[in-house]
């Protein structure tokens, strides 16, 4: 993709990454993918009588940050125009953070330890899916709400699935159809089950009848429903 053109609402042109591209990719695939620190990769390429700094591996880093910028861009773009988004967070752990070195809270203004990913799909007419993971300190109503806020304003709302938590919330400027998990509502009543048994199975029993016509749904196909 190096030097294409991305439309994602204004014109961007990617970044070009030098000849040695392929080991630039390389490089960022086993720092972030496979977790293999600066040091360590410099030591393996001492041994083998090719020395790679960190100081250089850094710089080969930023190549390809630049290069995929746009791309990432594009695909926050494109997942905007879905017709069904779902969205879930996990808790994660950035060491920097937790040796106080995070951004400030708005609140208190002390440095954010507390990190999350928020995993958004995107589910595209034509059967494309977009899976996106956005690491921080917004949770994943936030980061849906500035993802829809690129939504081509010709669309209407689209099917908007996640958990029925607080921090699901993309606010209220944000026009979407929610629909809220019924596997956690089921298990809220599996919970209690002991405590109100009788109540409790006409809930579960019920749900069946659900699972049971979206399963129907989804044979017939969407085009149908």
């Not at 109540?199 to 017939?220: F, P, R, Y």
Request: hydrophobic share 35%; aromatic share 8%.
């Amino acid at each position: 993709v190096c030097s294409s053109d991305l439309n994602c609402g204004e014109k961007e042109k990617t970044g070009r990454c030098d000849k040695n591209a392929k080991a630039n990719a390389t490089l960022a695939n086993l720092r972030f993918q496979y977790g293999v620190p600066h040091y360590r990769l410099a030591k393996i390429q001492g041994q083998m009588g090719m020395g790679l700094p960190e100081g250089t591996q850094y710089k080969m880093l930023l190549q390809v940050f630049f290069a995929a910028l746009p791309v990432y861009k594009y695909l926050l773009y494109l997942a905007a125009q879905g017709y069904l988004l779902k969205a879930d967070d996990t808790g994660i752990k950035i060491l920097d953070w937790l040796a106080g070195k995070g951004p400030p809270t708005k609140t208190h203004k002390t440095p954010r330890k507390k990190a999350v990913t928020s995993a958004i799909v995107s589910k595209l007419e034509g059967g494309k899916t977009i899976v996106l993971y956005l690491t921080g300190g917004q949770e994943a109503g936030k980061n849906m709400g500035e993802i829809l806020k690129k939504r081509n304003t010709n669309e209407g709302p689209p099917l908007y699935m996640c958990d029925a938590l607080a921090a699901n919330n993309p606010g209220q400027e944000i026009k979407v159809i929610q629909l809220y998990c019924l596997t956690h509502a089921r298990r809220g009543f599996i919970d209690i089950r002991n405590s109100f048994p009788e109540k409790c199975d006409h809930v579960i029993n019920e749900l069946k009848l659900v699972w049971k016509t979206d399963k129907e749904a989804k044979k017939i196909g969407r085009a149908h429903v």
